[in-house]
């Protein structure tokens, strides 16, 4: 049906939102090179109106040799992992129950989606201080009334703590795709499957997992865009102590704490190029998925 | 369902997903009823549910410290012109995706949602420097075209991921009727999209309310959204739950309200085309 | 709700919404950055008084510590202009001042006074002799302890106490079953923080940051007694999760009744006295201890308020650095609130008033401010300025850096040894990026 000029039409509205998005990778990522390949540290007096010394690869070399690298890039990981790991299980199992019919239906789902319209900082902040604060934190009045010493959550559990707070903020959200893509569910060849008497882990296997996978997939590319470039969760609970420090709060204290934007702008660049690992093998998945 | 369903099963399902969801929601509870205590309250040991005097004075300490509805209206203004601003911009291209898709159309795609994988710290200092030589800082129109540009990426996607659920024929039915582009856009195509778009909207809505870095670092008193109204309730001297709780409390509302009334939408239409 | 409602509604909030865009404030309206501190939100209920004596609006913009932090130095590099006033610390204040990022405050009214600020104050808050920025509110640290249990415990709080005493009273005030704590230190991660804490402390132990060369001293045995004294007091009496208290969670901690002793900000003292403690009436106060090396444990600091250059607004800010730093602002707080809530440690002519010399705490709060010098700070010689700093445009990073390794070990994630060999490699391979080595 495409005829050449809906094919030049379409060009051409597509053209301001690529050339928007073009600008807006293009522009900052240049001025983000030029500055890791200088010294620029603007509370010794550099600026660019001065002029700022060319170093070449002395920010990369250091930013990679520095001690706080590596467990940054694990931390990322891990953290990634972990929150995508809880969503997508406990979404899935949540998805599955509010399929089921069940009193209050509307209210049920409607208390569920809630933490997805909170404000990261908010929820950053509800937990760390009303929840697991170790002396006034609901946590540690459940643990005295049973008898238990309270948990300083925040230092002695840090990247744990971390990954159950971002997951609650994004567990309604697996929840919310997954939910719709198991009510289209065909529930005639569930039920085919049950008279044939396959056992209940039978079906959820072999029919229902695989109807989810598409959503899977959705759901865990869109958190990992999300939850690479985490940050309020960390600057406001740990300040990225007790090994929650991520590549991107790496990069914060080296630009803003140090103030040393050549060696952040390096790392920022390595923080670049881990997204685009993640999101080519990401996109491996999901191109294949995404196919009609 | 053509299935029988016992009593016996709906009552254990239904405690089940109660108990889940009351959990989930407890936080977000806890705060909106620690708003209504006073400082002391807060921390009573044992922690008190309903047994306490209710109180509004956290509000109106909060309202006195900081005038809420400057906060909130640039939060209204902030999150609603991106939306509209992102929707104009993609909805054409999502368009010519959906329905002149070429060989590079899902490498387009892909591109646009790789560049919200850019950390957001990584590029402040370009930013910030793009901003003072634009005099941009501090101003909404800046904060809007920036939010516009993070949240691009999604908008386009989910845009066209609706649109390839609508059937070409009957856009083609439209040309054949000598509709242009413009009105097979405006009235063939945007009518049938309408769910698709306003779950765009909101959800789009909601992540631009929430962002919290940009709106922090590009603003001063004249643009600052809710976000920058909460950072300053985080610590202050003293004992603080019940204030902290009430400025929490008044900067989701909105949106969880909105949220709320508007669920059976963004239920329907978060698919990112994970049904088909 | 309906759809066509939902969309109708969110179409035409947008509209609405584009519409005020870009709308612009007006000249004779200034813009000021503040930290979330009592003292700095009292003054913001103030502002109309100001505004009616000048008729100069104030907008505020006020942020908790370490988002403030960030805003103000990013738009100070940047030149970023969206502040006429801003408020910092004596660290930032002689390292933006070198760079002229700041008005010089050298030309301030007769009847404001200048030579009635405190010198200590005065001193931290100039570069070469020029003054950058006022000083709001000053202070120092000190031991403030609680009279009951001191008593219940059998001891009695010197003056001037020793560290060694501090322990062996924090053991005997303890009391685990009625959750009570001897002491309540900082152990929270960050310069400001923690790091503030464990740098003055270190200072009484015969520790220091850098020797004349500038090279980190984390190696020495200074710094690991300094450590281990700290864990093992905050181990034996300290609340449980120490590692992430700040001043705000032991101040929370204290004012419940949950601390026999505090070692902090002078400025706490009227919070722990005032209206939200419920011990008030049982607080006594202290110098901070030493360990009879020469070097007594308290820092000094001010937050101050300072003019970005290239502001549009100099004059204004000028007009409103002088009403907020002066003498007359004391004596409004003062005719308002009572003399125990006036900004503390700054001029001279407040601990002079017989008014002020009757509130509880202002004698030991003078005494620590004189008794500390950042210029001499440590017991052996060093080469920055600053107690619980060093005034060098690294030290945020590095410090914030090596108290989270500090807080991982307070924590017991891993050992105080493992901790000073990480803050000796940051802090050399920092040092060595900014060109010192």
Redesign the interface.
Known sequence: MATKASRSAARIMMAPAVVLLLGWMLVPLTMTLWFSFTKYLPLRGDSIERGLDWVGFDNYARFLSSSSFWPSVQTTLIMVGGVLIITVVLGILLAMLLDQPIWGQGVVRILVIAPFFVMPTVSALVWKNMLMDPVNGIFAHIWRFFGAAPVSWLSDASLSSVIMIVSWQWLPFATLILLTAIQSLDSEQLEAAEMDGAPALKRFWFIVLPHLSRAITIVILIQTIFLLSIFAEIFVTTGGAFGTRTLTYLIFQRVIDSQNIGLGSAGGVYAIILANIVAIFLMRIVGKNLDT | MARAVTTNRKIITSAAAWTIALIIFFPIFWTILTSFKTEAQAINDPPLFFNFDWTLENYAIVQERSDYMKFLWNSVIVAGGSTLLGILIAIPAAWSMAFVPSKRTKDILLWMLSTKMLPAVGVLYPISLIFVEFNLLDTRGGLIVVLMLINLPIIVWMLYTYFREIPGEILEAARMDGATLKEEILYVLTPMAVPGIASTVLLNFILAWNEAFWTLNLTAANAAPLTAFIASYSSPEGLFFAKLSAASTMAIAPILILGWFSQKQLVRGLTFGAVK | ?S?RT??CA??A??????S????E?HSKTI?I?TV???DM?RM??YTDTFTEQTGIAV?????????L???V???I???????DIMTIGMYETP?WGA?EWLVPLDDLSAEYDVDDILPAMAGGLSHDGTLYAAPFYGESSMVMYRTDLMEAAGLEMPDAPTWEFIREAAAAMTDRDNDINGICLRG????GEGGAFITAMSNSFGARWFDMDWNAQFDTEAWANTLNFYKGMMDESG???Y??N???EN???F??G?CGMWIDATV?AS?VTGD?STVADSVSFALAPDNGLGKRSNWLWAWALAIPAGTQQEAEAKQFIEWATSKDYIELVAANEGWANVPPGARTSLYENPDYQAVPFAQMTLDSILSADPTDSTVEPSPYVGIQFAAI??F???A??V??EF??A????QSIEEALE?AQ??TN??ME??GYR
């Not at chain 3, 909030?13 to 584009?18: F, G, P, Q, R, S």
């Not at chain 3, 907008?59 to 988002?67: A, I, Q």
């Not at chain 3, 307070?410 to 994630?413: E, I, K, L, V």
Request: charged letters at 15%; proline letters at 2%.
């Open positions: 709700m759809l939902t969309l969110a179409t909030m947008t509209l609405v919404a584009t005020g865009v870009f709308a404030s813009t950055a979330n501190n009592g939100i913001q209920g907008e505020w913009v006020t942020l908790e510590e370490n988002v932090r960030q805003r130095t990013t738009d590099t940047t030149k970023g202009g969206a502040f390292i760079n929270k991660a960050g310069w609340p449980s999760g590692a992430t700040g001043f705000n101040l929370s901690l004012n419940q949950k706490a919070f939200d445009p690294e945020a990073g590095i914030t850096e108290s989270q807080s991982a307070y924590a017991g994630q990480k490699a940051i391979e920092a990026a900014a």
